[in-house]
């Protein structure tokens, strides 16, 4: 077992820190499902990975934080996801201190623009 540090984001709860096995299915129990590869370009350039649930949309997991590009939301993650750093290798590393601060301050940007979408998602029923 390679234990790793990650940072875990949940739909409308607060970032947490978590240690976990560097491994598909460590991967997936974060995610509740098969995981899928999102480009966050600001982290991406950093070396920083995120994972979310493939299925989110399709099992209307309620939504998380935006993706956006020059000024512009193209798409929103729906469900929990896991950041880890990339080794290079085509493996994951622990995340640092620093990668924690930026992933968070990313986060607080682009959280706001689905807090009107949680209200919406409660309205429609969704899970």
Partial sequence: MNLIKALVKEPNKPCKVVMIDDSLKSYQKQVGGLIEFVVIQDL????????????????????????????????????????????????????TDDDIKLIKTHLRKTSKVVEPLHILHKIVGGT
Avoid: M, Q
């Avoid at 997991?61 to 993706?67: D, G, I």
């Avoid at 956006?68 to 590393?93: A, C, L």
């Fill in 44 to 95: 991406h350039d950093k070396g920083i990975v995120c994972y979310c649930n493939e299925e989110g949309k399709i099992l209307e997991l309620k939504p998380n934080f935006a993706l956006s590009w020059n000024g512009k939301v193209y798409d929103i993650v729906v469900g929990s996801v896991v950041f880890v750093r990339d080794d290079e290798d085509g493996g994951s590393t622990s995340l």
